[in-house]
């Protein structure tokens, strides 16, 4: 009896048991001053074992063997974890599903790999502040993952291709450090080139800052930093962070609270994205949602017992952290949707703009007030044409306030699974 077979036929004896398995075969380069650091092929498994006890309490293990004796260890574990655990349901798995197309997984070979980090490192040869390419990682890999409970096994398997680029400039005034990043599910859409060159000019453009006098401007966030406020916003479109009392928005269901521009999108049918598959981390039907729209607030986000009890059914949005945590109410893939206004416009919307290129101190926002404080640096422009370089500037506010007078960009962007276009808010005081 194969794996699968034994885990099926093992949860259909006992309707308490769920197994959560996946698999990521695939291949690594990771350099580091453009000398290889870490390359391998790997295949890694994981099996989580939850089991949902006569009180409704959950016990959750897991276990990297999938030796039989190992297997039926963490069960036992599970079982005895089950009775300090938490409360949990079990979603009743569909007949049917949605039909998403798998993208096939295609292997970079070594060869393929570094000519594409080549052809990349001719992209910033402009910037001649470039000092040292501190790391250059490329990742490619296949993730399989099966959801097994009842006898009933869901499979779902997809590619995810990713770069990530940190490279050091010195412009006599101080030496600063740029990075940029991104996963696709088509090595094609990665576009190293460009990424080179995002993270080239955002060097040099920090190398050249100075913190300087407080000024009142419109901020420009650029895709990369819009992130940080929408991350900020999310929490709040959370169903658990709702029950719990915790959600600013939680009473502002149906009424608009933002501008007009803003439409918020959690989205896990597009074969496109990569957090997009037919079932959720714990059996549900993945949907698309539109949380606010052009600044109404929709609806939020559940999981099968959040949702229950708010008389909900569940959105498709229990998701797991990594393959041996529970599930947990979450996002699939969530962005702004982009808007008619080209990043030139934007800067041409005030005499004066201020574009966020680094934000520092994130972690520190206060999510259930919106409050934020944040060091930030960047470029300043005047006239659409760059004047200054302005670093280590504090900047302010709060994320429900300065969402309500926004413009936004037709440059939508996905980092991972998050994805904005550019967002230009109106004046707010940098010091």
């Known amino acids: 009896m194969n794996l699968l077979d034994y885990l099926a ?3 259909f004896h006992d309707r308490a048991l769920e197994f959560y398995l996946e698999i990521n075969q695939g291949y690594l380069l990771d350099l580091k001053d453009t000398r290889p650091f870490l390359e391998e092929n790997f295949e890694e498994s994981t099996l989580s074992v939850r089991y949902l006890n006569e009180k409704h309490l959950s016990g959750i293990t897991y276990t990297l063997s999938l030796k039989k004796d190992d297997i039926e260890l963490a069960i036992s574990r599970a079982k005895s974890l089950s009775n ?7 979603p009743q798995l569909a007949e049917t599903y949605p039909d998403i197309k798998t993208t096939p997984f295609e292997p970079l070979e070594r060869k393929d790999s570094l000519s594409l980090l080549e052809r990349g490192r001719r992209s910033i040869s402009s910037f001649k502040e470039i000092t040292r390419l501190e790391r250059e990682m490329l990742r490619c890999q296949k993730t399989s993952i099966y959801l097994i409970r009842g006898g009933k096994v869901l499979t779902w398997e997809s590619p995810e291709y990713s770069f990530y680029l940190s490279v050091v400039a010195d412009s006599g005034k101080k030496q600063a450090t740029g990075y940029a990043y991104r996963e696709s599910l088509d090595p094609a859409r990665l576009n ?9 000019k955002k060097a040099t ?27 900020l916003l999310s929490f709040s479109l959370k169903g658990d962070e709702v029950i719990k009392g915790r959600s600013f928005l939680k009473s502002k269901l149906g009424k608009k609270v933002f501008s007009q521009a803003l439409t918020l999108i959690d989205d896990g049918l597009d074969p496109e994205l990569l957090e997009s598959r037919p079932f959720d981390d714990e059996g549900s039907p993945q949907e698309k949602k539109t949380l606010i729209e052009k600044g109404e607030v929709k609806t939020f986000i559940w999981d099968a017992f ?18 041996a945590s529970p599930p947990k109410v979450d996002f699939t893939n969530l962005y702004l949707q982009k808007g008619p206004n080209t990043r030139e416009d934007l800067l041409r919307r005030e005499r004066i703009v201020f574009e966020v290129l680094e934000i520092l101190g994130s972690h520190t926002a206060d999510p259930i007030s919106g409050d934020f404080s944040f060091g930030v640096s960047g470029v300043l422009y005047e006239g659409g044409e760059e004047v200054d370089y302005l670093s280590e500037m504090a900047l302010s506010g709060n994320i429900f306030e300065i969402l309500k007078d926004i413009e936004v960009g037709e440059d939508l ?13 109106s004046d707010m005081d940098l010091g």
């Open 84 to 90: 300090r655990g938490f409360p949990s349901v079990y």
């Open 413 to 425: 962007t996905f980092f991972g699974a998050s994805g904005s276009p550019s967002i230009l808010v």
């Open 9 to 11: 036929e093992r949860s």
């Open 205 to 231: 453009a920090l190398s050249k800052g100075e913190r300087k006098g407080s000024l009142k401007c419109p901020i420009l966030f650029p895709p990369e930093s819009a992130i940080e406020l929408i991350s």
């Open 306 to 323: 959040y949702g229950s009890m708010a008389s909900f059914s569940s959105t498709g949005n229990a998701r797991r952290d990594d393959p």
């Open 192 to 200: 190293v080139e460009s990424l080179y060159f995002r993270a080239g």
